[in-house]
Each structure stands twice: as C-alpha cells, then as structure tokens.
C-alpha cells in the first residue's frame, strides 16, 4: 500500500531575520556561572547538541551580557533546565543583568554546590550539567561557546518534564505529546 501523500503548503515570502521563530528548538536552559566569589544565571535558548561522546554542547552567549566574561574567564558554567512550573522565573532572569542584579537573591532560585566546577547548580530545574569551555575559537566572532558537559545530574520523574521552548516575540512552546509511534523506523544504531 503506498502512503497517503502528505499535503503540501501554499508558502510566502518570510523576512530571513525571523526564520529563529521556526528553527529554535528550546528547551530554554538557565546558565549558571561563577567568577571571583559572584555567581550568575542568564536565559539561554541558543544551544547546540554537537556532540555525543565526548558530550559536547555548543551555546550562543552575546559578548554585551554579563554571564559572557564570567564564563570566558572562568572557563565553566552550569545548563541548567527548567520546566513551565518556573517559567516566570526564566524570563525575569533573562530579562535583567548580573552587573547590577544579584539573580539569586532577586527570583529566589537554589544554588548548590556542583561536583566538578564552581558555577552552582539550580535546585529548582529537573536537570543540570556541569560544563567545561573546550574550544573558545568562535567565541570573538560569534560568540559561540563550545562547552563539554562532564557531569550530569537529572531527576528521575517525570520521565518528560514539561519543558519551556522559545518561539519569540514573547511566545513560548511547551512540551506536550511524546509518542513512540515511529520507532520501528529507526535503524538499531539510530536510536
Ligand atoms: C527566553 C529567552 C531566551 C534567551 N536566549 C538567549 C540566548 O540564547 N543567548 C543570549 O546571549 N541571551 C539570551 N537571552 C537573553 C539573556 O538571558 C539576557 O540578556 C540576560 O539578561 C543576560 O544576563 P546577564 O547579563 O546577567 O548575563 C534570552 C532571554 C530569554 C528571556
């Protein structure tokens, strides 16, 4: 039997600046870092996969914020991922500076020790990686931070955490459906 045909779309012309709203994935993550006794978070929704082993996550992080130095220097950060429950929380974090703002004293979120690097960890978020500055040669020309996670910490429930995707302009996905209804499509070593 041949598949039904999927339907095809009637597209316009769409400013190329905008195309973000369709390419970012999300989850966004809070970055945590620390650099001579302060610590910072910033919001992050331009993050990577590049890698699996080493485990290897490249982020966009802009030279004018302040977790930009902090992290340059310190050569670590945290990724840190929140669910919808602390939403709110992401935004105000990304919508202010660490230069003038103490985050963790202003939104309340729990930083703990890590294991491997000084940046602290967030309680609140059901997932953080301890991460290490492995390759800074596109940092001056696009900011882009090669990091390799070394260790992970991830809560066990739920299974799929509600998780917070950026869309832009001020709108947010959040996970929904998981489905394993292709699997049988996937070639062993694919999955
Ligand atoms: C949903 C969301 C996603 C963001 N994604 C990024 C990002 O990928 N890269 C970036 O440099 N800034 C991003 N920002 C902006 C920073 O979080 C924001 O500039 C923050 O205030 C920086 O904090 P800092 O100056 O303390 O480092 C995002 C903000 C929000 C709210």
Known sequence: MTAKRAKAFEKRDFPVHEIRRFLEPGPIVLVSSAWKGATNIMTMGWHTVMEFQPSLVGCVIASGNHSFEMIRRSMECVINIPTVDIAATAVKIGNCSGSDTDKFAAFGPTAEPADGVKA???????????????????????????????????????KYPKTIHYRGDGTFMVSGENTARWRRLFRPGML
Do not use: G, Q
């Not at 990686?129 to 001056?140: I, N």
């Open 120 to 158: 602290p960890t967030i309680a609140e978020c059901f997932a953080s990686f301890e991460c290490r500055l492995v390759d800074a040669a596109l940092v001056d020309t696009y900011n882009f931070f090669m990091f390799e996670v070394v260790k992970a910490h991830v809560a066990r429930v739920p």
